[in-house]
């Protein structure tokens, strides 16, 4: 059975740092890529970073682009989401999401930037 359980967040002030994490299991992990979202209050979710099975190639929102790191650690069955200078417009719950024959989704786990 495919999980996806995120853990990391929390709330921050702006100019603040959070490192986000999923945790896998159910699926070969190293055989597929994987992407964050995130959705905030009375907004449709949207894709923050993916990357690829083999770490070779990542993708970043515009909105994030410098700012935020995807990584992996296969043997770890782990991607995480780096998150550096936070603004209060990254609040929203993150979800991790993994595509095979179906979506997967995970619960999320809420950030809030606020001071």
């Known amino acids: 059975q495919v999980q996806l359980v995120e853990s990391g967040g929390g709330l921050v002030q702006p100019g603040g740092s959070l490192r986000l994490s999923c945790a896998t299991a159910g699926f070969t992990f190293s055989r597929y890529p994987i992407g964050w979202y995130r959705q905030a209050p009375g907004k449709e979710r949207e894709l923050v970073a993916a990357i690829s099975n083999d770490s070779r190639t990542t993708h970043y929102a515009d909105s994030v682009k410098g700012r935020f790191t995807i990584s992996r650690d296969n043997p770890k069955n782990t991607v995480y989401l780096e998150m550096n200078s936070l603004q209060p417009a990254d609040t929203a719950v993150y979800y991790c999401?993994?595509?095979?024959?179906?979506?997967?989704w995970g619960k999320g786990t809420l950030v809030t930037v606020s001071s």
């Open positions: 999401k993994l595509n095979l024959a179906i979506a997967y």
